[in-house]
């Protein structure tokens, strides 16, 4: 370049379009966040022209100019100096704007202004998280805040945000300061906010004022013309505005040609047009102001690349506005609620009111619930089908049907997660006072994830993920709808069991001998009855009675020996649950009048579930006069599998939470900065001396190792380590080092080392792969070997496994995996549910194992991964668990680059 050429201009800063999210705000609806482009001016200039004198002072200390504002606002390089706007409305209005400003190494100055109309939503908080998040990614630790005195509304956003921060008074102003790290207590209350967003969403979903159907037609058969019919039938007590150009009434209605035309905005509008037509008629919805839609019209992401356009497009109009959806190619919604009696769906069916929250995302499988729900007596709190769920979730649900008094069990059918992690919190939350059931499909499917570790090989084979989900939540998971429906009328209508104990009573001795196998295969107890209890019934039933447990009363006995029986065991107080069992022998003795017997006693029991089979063509009342609701099963197996589920439940809502454990000697730090060299060569595996530095820093026992390129080498190593040694081969690919012959024990001086090291290289070349280096390390100590392994899968996160290793890892098949961050309970329970713990707690004559060093290396590893999400794979095989502790002999991680983590309240793409 001649000394004459100008220099060349900076690159501009890279847009962080990672960065863009839709939040919800306190009121349900969402908006959007993006960080500020350069070209923003004119926009923001607009911006800060429509904001009142009095939130300009308060920003900015006083008279300021807009020009010099506005250049400021835009002044960012997306690192120091960072900024973000908030858009609300088709048209993308800028309502609010954020921006930090690096002050020092780990410091930087925050500020916000919102427009005075959106004021007191909640916004500067989200705002506050969202770059308190970026600001973390940038190694900036602290934020502070200089905000003038009388600014009451922005220090109460300080002091509420979840943020523990430190307030200073002074001239005037008060200086504010604060982490930027989302601690406990800050996560804490920005899981409240969503909840209380998805709450408010749902309200408008589920309790509208006003409802207009668009697509309403008077054509029976047809979508809009099934809405109508099920509107009116159920008697929704707001107003109904059919929508249809072509028609001037529906149904005696007065009909509208477009949403546009309906005299008020609507809280809920039912879409049943062409999806062709979806996203222009969901675009005259948010300008008329609607809250809610519900889009029942199918062809859309279900129907390949033509469909998942329009499916972008209704999502960009609903995201753009702020209004929130269900659907599309959804069934619909119900409310029984007799203040608002909704029924938005066009099944043949209705339900009954009851106390069951239901939601599907199946619309087939949703139609088999409602109908099956009626068959066996269920009622329903409300209903909603889901569809394609681009928007209103699962999750959403939950948190509704936690704060919603109609509702005591909550069934779920459903076919993927948006968010796992967000589910398991949520629905660890609601579980602990309201049974959560779900059947989740495709448990045989095979899993897709290509790896090369032996704990992805384990993981991959099944749902297996999905049940970790469901066992650390407190989640029931049925197999069968069969199943859902039974284990949620035994839990709508009894308390949840104390214990595993059953008592069988029944009048004949085949279907109490089937009923007593089952109670084995669920894992329940049926217990031998007391000596004096067993005396009591046989003064009490007929000859030849059985007292033991099954109660076989006979086939003779009447119907009041089932009361005489319950109430003699409900006084006695030696069970958790009692199944009953009729047989219809005589037809002098008839079902019905069995279960009056049953219901009667069972009135007398406030902690005992009751549940009953009847193998006749009758269907006896579940209730009689002063008597208890109690469920009725069609087979005994059918009523053991929901007292199983049952009891599971119960022992898990006993349990004690757990907490996730701080260990005070971590190198987040220094692993960050061995992560971030590794990532720079490109993803992939570790060298193996990263690795023993990585889990250094975590303080994981890695037995004494050296990472050495050839024979002499190695030898020196051995001699520096002294005793026997063991040498294994290095080659990226490689991972089963014992099958391609590429390990050698007990190796003892230079010579034997050597020697071996050269055999290795033969043995690594053989097998197909480039030998790398030589790994040297002192003899490990016999004990039980064990496999310690994390998959960092897309959707869940981490995945935490932990089993039988070695070289039979594989093939035992032995592991258990939770879902990371893993408590100290998780890392109790992930132990003492192997096959294999028998031999850590000692077997035949051995000394029991560490446990303690072992459940120590589970939370430090699920510390690590948590701190790293960069972390793809690890394996850690064998880790020997010995009397004295725990060591890890062989170990391997994988890295990639890590997305940014989604800032608290963001909505799912």
Same mark, same amino acid.
């Not at 032996?454 to 407190?474: E, K």
């Given at each position: 370049m001649s000394a004459e050429s100008p220099p060349p201009s900076p690159a501009p800063p890279q847009y962080p379009s990672a960065d863009v999210a839709d939040v919800a705000l306190r009121d349900g609806s969402?908006?959007?966040?993006?960080?500020?482009?350069? %070209?923003?001016?004119?926009?923001?200039?607009?911006?800060? *022209?429509?904001?009142?004198?009095?939130?300009?002072?308060?920003? &900015? &200390?006083?008279? =300021?100019?807009?020009?010099?504002?506005?250049?400021?606002?835009?002044?960012?390089?997306?690192?120091?100096?960072? +900024? /973000?706007?908030?858009?609300?409305?088709?048209?993308?209005?800028?309502?609010? $704007?954020? +921006?930090?400003?690096?002050? %020092?190494?780990?410091?930087?100055?925050?500020?916000?202004?919102?427009?005075?109309e959106l004021q007191g939503h909640g916004i500067s908080t989200l705002m506050l998280a969202h770059l308190a998040a970026v600001a973390r990614r940038h190694g900036i630790e602290r934020f502070t805040a200089e905000v003038m005195g009388g600014n009451n509304r922005m220090l109460e956003m300080f002091r509420t945000s979840g943020f523990p921060t430190h307030l200073q008074a002074a001239a005037g102003e008060v200086h504010v300061e604060f982490s930027t790290e989302l601690g406990p207590e800050a996560l804490a209350e920005f899981e409240r906010r969503e909840q209380s967003a998805a709450v408010s969403a749902l309200r408008r979903f589920l309790t509208p004022r006003a409802v207009a159907v668009i697509g309403a037609s008077e054509r029976a058969g047809s979508v809009g013309g099934e809405v109508m019919r099920k509107l009116i039938d159920a008697g929704f007590t707001g107003t109904i505005y059919p929508v249809n150009p072509k028609h001037g009434t529906v149904r005696d209605l007065r009909a509208y040609a477009s949403i546009g035309d309906v005299p008020e905005p609507v809280d809920l509008a039912v879409v049943a047009i062409p999806a062709a037509q979806v996203p222009a008629v969901a675009a005259e919805c948010a300008a008329a102001a609607t809250h809610a839609l519900l889009v029942l019209s199918a062809g859309f992401g279900e129907l390949g690349e033509q469909g998942r356009v329009l499916q972008q497009q209704l999502h960009d109009v609903c995201r753009g506005s702020g209004m929130r959806l269900i659907g599309p190619n959804c069934l619909g919604l119900i409310n029984t609620?007799?203040?608002? $009696?909704?029924?938005?769906?066009?099944?043949? +069916? !209705?339900?009954?009111?009851?106390? /069951?929250?239901?939601?599907?995302?199946? @619309? @087939?499988?949703?139609?088999?619930?409602?109908? *099956?729900?009626?068959?066996?007596?269920?009622?329903?709190? !409300?209903?909603?089908?889901?569809?394609?769920?681009?928007?209103?979730?699962?999750?959403?649900?939950?948190? &509704?049907? %936690?704060q919603d008094p109609a509702t005591k069990v909550i069934l779920l059918y459903l076919e993927s997660f948006g968010n796992p992690r967000r589910f398991a919190r949520v629905a660890r939350q609601v579980g602990r006072h309201k049974p959560v059931l779900a059947v989740k499909s495709g448990r045989t499917q095979a899993g897709a994830r290509a790896t090369a570790s032996h704990t992805g090989a384990l993981l991959a084979a099944s749902d297996i993920t999905v049940d970790a989900l469901f066992r650390q939540a407190g989640v029931i998971r049925a197999d069968t709808i069969g199943e859902l429906l039974d284990t949620a009328?035994?839990? !709508? =209508?009894?308390?949840?069991?104390?214990?595993?104990?059953?008592?069988?009573? =029944?009048?004949? #001795? @085949?279907? #109490?001998?089937? +009923?007593a196998d089952a109670c084995q295969a669920a894992g329940l107890e049926v217990v031998v009855l007391p000596d004096k209890l067993q005396s009591a019934l046989r003064r009490m039933l007929p000859a030849g009675a059985a007292v033991a447990n099954p109660v076989d009363l006979v086939a003779t006995a009447p119907a009041d020996a089932y009361r005489r029986t319950l109430e003699l065991l409900l006084a006695a107080d030696v069970c958790d649950a009692i199944l009953t069992l009729f047989v219809p022998a005589l037809s002098t003795i008839a079902s019905a009048d069995v279960a009056a017997a049953v219901a009667v006693a069972g009135a007398r029991a406030s902690e005992v579930a009751l549940a009953s089979v009847y193998l006749d063509q009758q269907a006896p009342a579940d209730v009689a006069p002063g008597g208890r609701v109690v469920p009725r099963f069609q087979f005994p197996e059918d009523a053991i599998r929901a007292i199983g589920n049952a009891v599971r439940y119960g022992a898990w809502r006993e349990r004690p939470a757990g907490t996730v454990p701080e260990f005070d000697d971590l190198r987040t730090n220094a692993a960050a900065t061995l992560i971030a060299a590794a990532l720079a060569r490109g993803a992939g595996w570790l060298e193996p001396a990263e690795v023993v530095e990585l889990l250094r820093c975590y303080g994981l026992p890695m037995i004494e190792t050296r990472v050495v390129r050839g024979p002499q080498a190695a030898a020196r190593a051995g001699a520096e380590i002294g005793g026997p040694v063991v040498l294994k081969g290095i080659a990226t690919e490689m991972v089963h080092k014992s099958d391609s012959g590429a390990v050698r024990l007990g190796l003892n001086g230079a010579t034997e080392i050597v020697s071996a090291a050269r055999a290795i290289r033969r043995a690594v070349e053989r097998a197909g792969h480039k030998p790398e280096g030589l790994i040297v390390q002192r003899m490990a100590p016999e004990g039980v070997e064990l496999l310690l392994g994390v998959v960092n899968d897309a959707s869940f996160g981490p995945v935490l496994a932990c089993g039988a290793g070695g070289i039979t890892a594989e093939l035992l098949g032995d592991v258990n995996v939770r879902i990371t961050p893993v408590t100290d309970v998780d890392a109790d329970e992930m132990l003492a549910s192997l096959r294999v713990s028998r031999l850590l707690r000692g077997y035949r004559g051995r000394p029991p194992c560490d446990l303690a060093a072992v459940r120590e290396a589970l939370l430090r590893v699920s510390a690590m991964v948590e701190a790293h999400p960069e972390i793809a794979e690890l394996d850690a095989n064998p880790l020997i668990a010995t009397p004295e502790g725990a060591v890890i002999v062989d170990a391997r991680v994988r890295v990639e680059p890590a997305q940014p983590p989604r800032p608290p309240g963001a909505l799912r793409d």
């Amino acid at each position: 370049m001649s000394a004459e050429s100008p220099p060349p201009s900076p690159a501009p800063p890279q847009y962080p379009s990672a960065d863009v999210a839709d939040v919800a705000l306190r009121d349900g609806s969402s908006i959007h966040f993006r960080p500020v482009r350069v %070209d923003d001016g004119e926009r923001i200039r607009e911006f800060l *022209e429509g904001v009142s004198e009095d939130s300009l002072l308060y920003r &900015f &200390f006083g008279a =300021t100019s807009i020009d010099w504002a506005t250049r400021w606002a835009v002044d960012v390089d997306y690192s120091d100096r960072y +900024a /973000i706007v908030a858009e609300q409305g088709i048209d993308r209005e800028i309502v609010a $704007h954020a +921006a930090y400003v690096r002050t %020092d190494a780990r410091s930087a100055e925050v500020a916000f202004l919102v427009t005075d109309e959106l004021q007191g939503h909640g916004i500067s908080t989200l705002m506050l998280a969202h770059l308190a998040a970026v600001a973390r990614r940038h190694g900036i630790e602290r934020f502070t805040a200089e905000v003038m005195g009388g600014n009451n509304r922005m220090l109460e956003m300080f002091r509420t945000s979840g943020f523990p921060t430190h307030l200073q008074a002074a001239a005037g102003e008060v200086h504010v300061e604060f982490s930027t790290e989302l601690g406990p207590e800050a996560l804490a209350e920005f899981e409240r906010r969503e909840q209380s967003a998805a709450v408010s969403a749902l309200r408008r979903f589920l309790t509208p004022r006003a409802v207009a159907v668009i697509g309403a037609s008077e054509r029976a058969g047809s979508v809009g013309g099934e809405v109508m019919r099920k509107l009116i039938d159920a008697g929704f007590t707001g107003t109904i505005y059919p929508v249809n150009p072509k028609h001037g009434t529906v149904r005696d209605l007065r009909a509208y040609a477009s949403i546009g035309d309906v005299p008020e905005p609507v809280d809920l509008a039912v879409v049943a047009i062409p999806a062709a037509q979806v996203p222009a008629v969901a675009a005259e919805c948010a300008a008329a102001a609607t809250h809610a839609l519900l889009v029942l019209s199918a062809g859309f992401g279900e129907l390949g690349e033509q469909g998942r356009v329009l499916q972008q497009q209704l999502h960009d109009v609903c995201r753009g506005s702020g209004m929130r959806l269900i659907g599309p190619n959804c069934l619909g919604l119900i409310n029984t609620d007799p203040a608002v $009696h909704l029924d938005a769906t066009f099944t043949v +069916a !209705s339900p009954a009111a009851g106390c /069951i929250g239901v939601l599907s995302q199946s @619309g @087939g499988i949703g139609v088999a619930l409602i109908e *099956e729900a009626n068959r066996v007596g269920l009622g329903m709190s !409300s209903f909603v089908s889901v569809g394609n769920k681009i928007d209103i979730s699962g999750n959403d649900l939950l948190a &509704f049907w %936690d704060q919603d008094p109609a509702t005591k069990v909550i069934l779920l059918y459903l076919e993927s997660f948006g968010n796992p992690r967000r589910f398991a919190r949520v629905a660890r939350q609601v579980g602990r006072h309201k049974p959560v059931l779900a059947v989740k499909s495709g448990r045989t499917q095979a899993g897709a994830r290509a790896t090369a570790s032996h704990t992805g090989a384990l993981l991959a084979a099944s749902d297996i993920t999905v049940d970790a989900l469901f066992r650390q939540a407190g989640v029931i998971r049925a197999d069968t709808i069969g199943e859902l429906l039974d284990t949620a009328a035994l839990l !709508s =209508t009894q308390p949840v069991p104390r214990g595993g104990r059953i008592v069988i009573v =029944t009048n004949g #001795g @085949g279907p #109490g001998i089937i +009923a007593a196998d089952a109670c084995q295969a669920a894992g329940l107890e049926v217990v031998v009855l007391p000596d004096k209890l067993q005396s009591a019934l046989r003064r009490m039933l007929p000859a030849g009675a059985a007292v033991a447990n099954p109660v076989d009363l006979v086939a003779t006995a009447p119907a009041d020996a089932y009361r005489r029986t319950l109430e003699l065991l409900l006084a006695a107080d030696v069970c958790d649950a009692i199944l009953t069992l009729f047989v219809p022998a005589l037809s002098t003795i008839a079902s019905a009048d069995v279960a009056a017997a049953v219901a009667v006693a069972g009135a007398r029991a406030s902690e005992v579930a009751l549940a009953s089979v009847y193998l006749d063509q009758q269907a006896p009342a579940d209730v009689a006069p002063g008597g208890r609701v109690v469920p009725r099963f069609q087979f005994p197996e059918d009523a053991i599998r929901a007292i199983g589920n049952a009891v599971r439940y119960g022992a898990w809502r006993e349990r004690p939470a757990g907490t996730v454990p701080e260990f005070d000697d971590l190198r987040t730090n220094a692993a960050a900065t061995l992560i971030a060299a590794a990532l720079a060569r490109g993803a992939g595996w570790l060298e193996p001396a990263e690795v023993v530095e990585l889990l250094r820093c975590y303080g994981l026992p890695m037995i004494e190792t050296r990472v050495v390129r050839g024979p002499q080498a190695a030898a020196r190593a051995g001699a520096e380590i002294g005793g026997p040694v063991v040498l294994k081969g290095i080659a990226t690919e490689m991972v089963h080092k014992s099958d391609s012959g590429a390990v050698r024990l007990g190796l003892n001086g230079a010579t034997e080392i050597v020697s071996a090291a050269r055999a290795i290289r033969r043995a690594v070349e053989r097998a197909g792969h480039k030998p790398e280096g030589l790994i040297v390390q002192r003899m490990a100590p016999e004990g039980v070997e064990l496999l310690l392994g994390v998959v960092n899968d897309a959707s869940f996160g981490p995945v935490l496994a932990c089993g039988a290793g070695g070289i039979t890892a594989e093939l035992l098949g032995d592991v258990n995996v939770r879902i990371t961050p893993v408590t100290d309970v998780d890392a109790d329970e992930m132990l003492a549910s192997l096959r294999v713990s028998r031999l850590l707690r000692g077997y035949r004559g051995r000394p029991p194992c560490d446990l303690a060093a072992v459940r120590e290396a589970l939370l430090r590893v699920s510390a690590m991964v948590e701190a790293h999400p960069e972390i793809a794979e690890l394996d850690a095989n064998p880790l020997i668990a010995t009397p004295e502790g725990a060591v890890i002999v062989d170990a391997r991680v994988r890295v990639e680059p890590a997305q940014p983590p989604r800032p608290p309240g963001a909505l799912r793409d």
